[in-house]
């Protein structure tokens, strides 16, 4: 992918010194899902005069710090679609931004490691099926001829693999470039991206959004949308919205570069373990979410041993690979495990969170049916099932195709 002569300087996105004192749209967070927002509510409606308003570094948050994995082999219909739009969007953002996103197919795999587990997973690929979604179950042969490293025995130390979920297009992206490619398509069109500015307050005035406070400011809008991993609940409270969102740690690590040996992304739930190899060569890896409430971006020994541990038990091949980083992220864990988008009771005021384990292979169509939620004040059809609402009428969308979640 070349930069032709359409895309002229600056290489990546404009910097504004100074906030102007109004929008149409403010967007909180400049996280890949709200550049996205910025992107397509410039691209697909005409909005321009949008402001993304970042409290650190555009795509320092979630989007930096996942794992990277792209798939829509959902169990909830609305889960399914949802994703899969955003594996169609995925497939062809490359090119739509004109940036390598390294965009790569490895196919997925869900390790069984029992006969019930096997059950659960043959019912995923038949609900995947009845979708129109490539997944299938595949036995043991299968998994060693495509993964010539794994020790289906685990050592003996854990369940012996019985079978997998297998899933062709799960994927792999190049996180960072993903915020950097939204985040330069909305420059593009006249959207301001304002990093280190953070929202100190909301107004509203009639049960309408007024104003967006800042540490540089107030601005003057009558729209605003908060796509803040992790800190929903902060923004949530300024306008008086009550979530049920509860805030864990999720941690990944990487090992250091080695030439490329794994192809597929494996997830062995039993194991706590999912890890692929990046196009870097580094093997990417995670385990399940933190088991308690924090906002705190530390990573632990403890989580760095279990993991370490886990990923020996089906690759022994590793004994000698060394971790290079660790880190963690935050997530605003649901109950049901899918997440919280759309219109809200408080006129202006939309949400794109509730993002737990799951925001990173969303982005793209998180992105798309938020900025037409936003410009046709009216939820995209696909997330109307995710609208706040839901808990309070009972319909939740119970999606127990989330990973990294004990269910
Ligand atoms: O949804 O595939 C996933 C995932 C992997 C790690 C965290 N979430």
Not at 165 to 187: K, N
Request: net charge negative; glycine share 10%.
């Amino acid at each position: 992918f070349a930069f032709s002569k359409e895309y002229p300087e600056p290489r990546m996105f404009n910097t504004p010194e100074t906030l102007k004192p109004e929008y149409d749209v403010v967007i909180i967070g400049g996280g890949g899902h709200g550049l996205a927002a910025a992107y397509y509510l410039a691209k697909e409606h005409g909005i321009t005069n949008v402001a993304v308003l970042e409290q650190g570094y555009i795509g320092g948050g979630g989007t930096g710090r996942n794992t990277s994995i792209i798939r829509s082999n959902y169990l909830t219909p609305e889960g399914a679609r949802f994703y899969q739009t955003s594996v169609d969007l995925f497939q062809d953002l490359s090119r739509d931004l004109n940036l390598n996103l390294f965009y790569s197919e490895r196919g997925h795999f869900t390790l069984a490691h029992s006969p019930a587990s096997l059950r659960t997973q043959r019912w995923r690929a038949e609900v995947n099926q009845h979708l129109g979604i490539s997944s299938r179950l595949v036995g043991p042969e299968f998994i060693k001829e495509q993964i010539p490293e794994i020790d289906l025995s685990c050592g003996g130390h854990q369940p012996p693999i019985h079978g997998a979920l297998y899933h062709p297009p799960g994927a792999i992206a190049r996180h960072d470039a993903v915020a950097w490619g939204y985040a330069r398509g909305a420059s593009q069109r006249g959207v301001e991206i304002h990093q280190k500015t953070a929202v100190t307050d909301i107004e509203i005035r009639d049960g309408a959004i007024a104003g967006v406070h800042t540490d540089k400011g107030f601005i003057k809008t009558k729209k605003v949308l908060s796509a803040v991993a992790g800190w929903t609940t902060h923004i949530t409270r300024m306008v008086g919205l009550r979530t049920p969102l509860v805030i864990h740690p999720l941690q990944a690590l990487v090992t250091e570069p080695v030439k490329p040996w794994l192809n597929a992304i494996v997830v062995s739930a039993s194991l706590h373990v999912y890890v692929s190899q990046s196009s870097r060569g580094e093997l990417v890896a995670g385990a399940s979410l933190d088991p308690y409430e924090l906002i705190s971006m530390r990573s632990t020994l403890d989580f760095a041993e279990g993991l370490g541990g886990h990923m020996l038990e089906l690759f022994p091949c590793l004994g000698e690979a060394k971790v290079l980083r660790q880190w963690a992220g935050l997530c605003d864990m649901t109950p049901d495990f899918s997440p919280i988008m759309g219109t809200t009771p408080i006129k202006g005021f939309y949400i794109d969170s509730g993002w737990g384990t799951w925001g990173f292979k969303a982005t793209p169509v998180s992105g798309m049916t938020m900025a037409s939620t936003l410009a046709r004040d009216e939820d995209h059809e696909l997330i109307r099932a995710f609208n706040l609402s839901r808990f309070e009428q009972f319909d939740l969308v119970g999606e127990k195709g989330a990973a990294s979640v004990g269910h």
